[in-house]
Structures are given as structure tokens and as C-alpha cells.
């Protein structure tokens, strides 16, 4: 990075942690620059790699079947005309009825039935048994048709008990996640701006 | 009582600051997980070809580049052929980067020993149309030269032309690889994550859905330490653990805080009444 970029790098750095202060004029012009930037760089992306490539180039050498993808994409752009809106609706119902053609087999297989498989298939080993407890314990603190009086106000706990660690485990890991976001950007300035620590 | 929170966080600042001015070396344990991830890519050769996929935007760069730069440096030092891409628009620019790096460290030739296919939108149509043809998902590469043209894709037509995937991931885009790649082609996983999703793919993990997992800085720092060569992973892992202790401390403090005060103002009631 040249000495100049290091320094934007720097001061918009700054910018966006004075906000730990209080709200400021520094951090919001920082925070608007990131998302037009970030709005930006996807659209110029998007057009660079997708629509030039594999839209605008195969219709202008003479690939007729593109017209369907142009047609149903400027039909979803007529949404913005009050009058034409519902026409918006046919490319949707195409997106709705293939995604979920192609993701409901899949996320039943994958997230569904290969985990209950893995579940059971480990349930003659001490953790797959505490593993086979929480699941049952947690899915029946969901199960809402019933009271949970009884039996099953105990194996519900069990489940709040399961989804406590899960929740702690979660949370340690968001800390570490974030803390190495700031340890990169103390980096960053100690290193490369200020020169303090070897990169 | 009020307490004014940025003073938690001047403390965690310090706590991030002078171990990289000042650093301790504290020891790095390598967990099972880790060392499974690098067994995996251990037993691959120049004869294999791996997927790597930058699923990951630019935010979490900071996690997910030493993830990523650990896994590239034992794959280029095993001569394995590495074709990489993105999923996510933010991460095409940054792959091509990383990639383009690691591999002029390893005097790697591009078209020969990697290739960078660029970014496709539609996630599970990119990652179910490579089951039928890479070269149809991506005619071209980043650079617009065609598929064809590039020797190390000449043999490459699709899942079963590649011995591994990674995907560098700050989301939930491994769910779709395993979804699309892994449970309708049978195509092996690996997920390099930022910490935060850790315990969403420890199940995936563990009912061999994925086939390893690195997470977040602590994973680069272990990779790094398996492969003898401690880079950023490794030099930021102090400030990592005195962050880490410093907010186990608050808690803890917080906590006893909080029972006292509770603890006063039932003394103060009941000798009201």
C-alpha cells in the first residue's frame, strides 16, 4: 500500500473507532464512504464479471436464448413503475419456484437427515449420548402444543440447560471473532502507519 | 453506581496493544481439528487440485486472510495445483490478492500451478453447476482468459476433478457447499472459518458432513505452528489471549459487582421493614 493509502487507511480508522467516544461528524462521513463504497465496488463487480460476460457479450454476438434472462430481469426493474408493478411478479414466481426446487431436497438431506443419521449413529458412545439427550431435550423445549407440565417440564429444562453452553460457547467465540477484527486494525496502525511493530 | 464503559474499552485496547509492542510468546496448543485439516492436505500432491473458495467479505479480513494464507502456503509447498474463486463480490478483489501473494512466495506460475476463476453471483447455482462443468459456471478466468486457454484447467471438468474444497468463510456459505457439492456429489469440505461460526459448523463436522474445520485467528496460529512457519496468526495471538483475559476478569468483576449491590439493597429493604 503507498505511503498516501496507508494514511486514509489510518485516519478513516480513526474516524470509525470515535464513534467508542461518541456519535460524530468523523465517524458518519466514515461510515457513508464504506457503504458507497462497498454499494459501488458489488455493482462494478457484478457488471464486470456477470452481466458483461455473460449477458451483454453472448446477445450481441447472436445468442438469442439470452433474451429470456433480459426480458425477465428488466421485468423485475418495472417494479419501480407503479402502473406495470405486478409484471414483477412472473420473474419472482420463477425465482421462488426454482429455489425452492433446488433447496428444500437439499437442505432436507443435508441439514436434516444426514445430521439425525450422524445423531443416532453415534448414540452407543458416552458423548453421543449426551449429544442424543440435548437433542431430544432441546427440540422438546420447542414442542408448543403441549404445557410443559410433568414430564415434560424437566426434559425441557434439560434443553434450556443445552442451549445455555451452546449460547456461552457462541458468545466466546464472537468475542475472539471480534477481537481479532480490532487486533488487525491495532496492527495496522502500530505497524504500517506508525511504524512501532515489525509487519 | 453508573460506570462509564469506555474505560472497558481503554483496558481492552491496552490489552490488544502491548502485546504487539511488547510480545510474550505464550504457547500455542494444536487442537485435534486443526491437525485433522492439515493431515487432510497432507496426503495431497501435485497430482491433486484443490478448490479454494473466498467466501468472506472484506470486514473480517483480519481473521479470515491468516486462515487463508496458512492453508495457500501448505498447498503451494506440496505442489498442489489450487484453483480459486469467489462467492461473495467483496471477497473477488481480496482472493486474487491473497492467491497472487502466497503463491509468488512459492516462484508458482499462474495457469500452471493456480488459477483465479473470479466471482459468480447465485451461490447454489454456481455451486451446483460446477457438479456438471467448472468451465460452464466460469467460461472464463478473472482475467477474461478463456478456460480453455489455461493449462492447469485443461484436465479440471468438475467435483470430480478436485480433490478438496476449501471455503474461507466469515458466513454461512460452507451450509451451501455442503448442501449442493458435498450431499449431492459427494465432493470432500473444508471449512476455514471466522471464529463466530464455529459452533454453527461443529455439527457438520462432526456427522462428516465437512471434512475439517480451522476457526478464526487461533486456527491460523495452530496451522502456522504445524507448518513451523509463524506469521501473523502466531504474532497476534498474545494480544488475542490478554484480550480474552482481560474480558474474562470484567465479567467475573462485573459479576461480584452486581451481587454486592443486589446483596445491599436486600439489606437495605428488609431493614426498612
Redesign the interface.
Known amino acids: 500500500m503507498s505511503e498516501l493509502g496507508t494514511w486514509i487507511t489510518a485516519l478513516l480508522t480513526l474516524a470509525i473507532y470515535s464513534f467508542?467516544?461518541r456519535d460524530n461528524p468523523f465517524y458518519r462521513a466514515a461510515e457513508y464512504l464504506l457503504i458507497g463504497l462497498?454499494v459501488g465496488?458489488?455493482l462494478v463487480?457484478?457488471v464486470k464479471?456477470?452481466l458483461w460476460?455473460g449477458l451483454i457479450v453472448p446477445l450481441v454476438s447472436g445468442e438469442v436464448a439470452k433474451i429470456i434472462p433480459l426480458v425477465l430481469g428488466g421485468m423485475m426493474l418495472i417494479r419501480l413503475v407503479p402502473r406495470l408493478s405486478s409484471w414483477s411478479r412472473i420473474p419472482l414466481a420463477v425465482i421462488v419456484g426454482a429455489?425452492a426446487g433446488?433447496?428444500i431436497p437439499?437442505?432436507l438431506?443435508?441439514?436434516v437427515l444426514?445430521?439425525m443419521?450422524?445423531?443416532i449413529s453415534?448414540a452407543l458412545s458416552l458423548n453421543g449420548i449426551i449429544?442424543l439427550v440435548g437433542v431430544i431435550a432441546t427440540i422438546l423445549y420447542f414442542y408448543f402444543s403441549r404445557e410443559q407440565k410433568g414430564l415434560l417440564q424437566p426434559i425441557a429444562k434439560i434443553g434450556t440447560y443445552y442451549m445455555m453452553v451452546?449460547f456461552g460457547?457462541?458468545f466466546g467465540?464472537?468475542?475472539?471473532?471480534?477481537?481479532?477484527?480490532?487486533?488487525?486494525?491495532?496492527?495496522f496502525l502500530?505497524g504500517d502507519w506508525l511504524h512501532?511493530?515489525p509487519r | 453506581m453508573k460506570f462509564d464503559r469506555?474505560f472497558i474499552?481503554i483496558l481492552?485496547?491496552l490489552a490488544?496493544?502491548i502485546p504487539?509492542?511488547f510480545p510474550i510468546d505464550l504457547p500455542v496448543a494444536i487442537t485435534d481439528e486443526t491437525r485433522a485439516v492439515y493431515d487432510r492436505i497432507n496426503v495431497l500432491d501435485s497430482n491433486s487440485v484443490i478448490l479454494m473458495s473466498f467466501d468472506h467479505e472484506?470486514?473480517?479480513?483480519?481473521?479470515v486472510r491468516p486462515l487463508a494464507e496458512a492453508v495457500l502456503t501448505h498447498c503451494f509447498q506440496r505442489d498442489v495445483k489450487t484453483v480459486g474463486l469467489a462467492l461473495f463480490?467483496?471477497g473477488?478483489?481480496i482472493g486474487y490478492d491473497i492467491l497472487n501473494d502466497v503463491a509468488a512466495r512459492y516462484g508458482k506460475m499462474y495457469g500452471i500451478d493456480y488459477v483465479y476463476l473470479?466471482?459468480?453471483?447465485q451461490y447454489?447455482?454456481a455451486i451446483?453447476g460446477m457438479g456438471e462443468s467448472i468451465r460452464g459456471v466460469f467460461?472464463?478466468d478473472?482475467d477474461?482468459t478463456p478456460y480453455d486457454s489455461i493449462p492447469l484447467l485443461s484436465g479440471v471438468r468438475n467435483y470430480d476433478d478436485i480433490d478438496l474444497v476449501i471455503s474461507v468463510a466469515d458466513g454461512s456459505l460452507p451450509?451451501y457447499w455442503?448442501?449442493?457439492a458435498?450431499?449431492?456429489y459427494g465432493q470432500k469440505i473444508i471449512a476455514a472459518l471466522?471464529?463466530?461460526?464455529?459452533?454453527?459448523y461443529t455439527?457438520y463436522v462432526?456427522?462428516?458432513?465437512i471434512d475439517g474445520l480451522l476457526?478464526?485467528?487461533?486456527g491460523a496460529a495452530e496451522y502456522e505452528k504445524l507448518l513451523g512457519q509463524p506469521a501473523?496468526a502466531t504474532?497476534?495471538m498474545d494480544?488475542?489471549s490478554l484480550?480474552?483475559l482481560s474480558?474474562a476478569v470484567l465479567i467475573v468483576i462485573g459479576n461480584i459487582i452486581a451481587f454486592a449491590v443486589r446483596r445491599g439493597k436486600r439489606i437495605t429493604e428488609e431493614g426498612r421493614s
Open positions: 467508542l467516544y462497498t465496488y458489488s463487480i457484478s464479471t456477470v460476460p429455489g433446488v433447496s437439499a437442505m438431506k443435508a441439514r444426514q445430521q443419521g450422524a445423531t453415534h449429544m451452546f460457547a457462541t467465540y464472537t468475542v475472539m471473532s471480534r477481537i481479532s477484527l480490532l487486533i488487525g486494525r491495532m496492527e502500530l512501532l511493530v | 469506555r474499552f481492552i485496547v490488544v496493544m504487539l509492542l472484506a470486514s473480517s479480513l483480519p481473521e463480490a467483496e473477488t478483489a473470479g466471482y459468480r453471483p447454489s447455482a451446483l467460461p472464463a478473472y477474461d451450509t455442503v448442501e449442493y458435498q450431499a449431492r471466522a471464529a463466530v461460526m464455529v459452533t454453527a455439527p462432526d456427522a462428516g458432513q476457526g478464526g485467528l487461533k501473523a504474532r497476534r494480544a488475542q484480550a480474552h474480558i
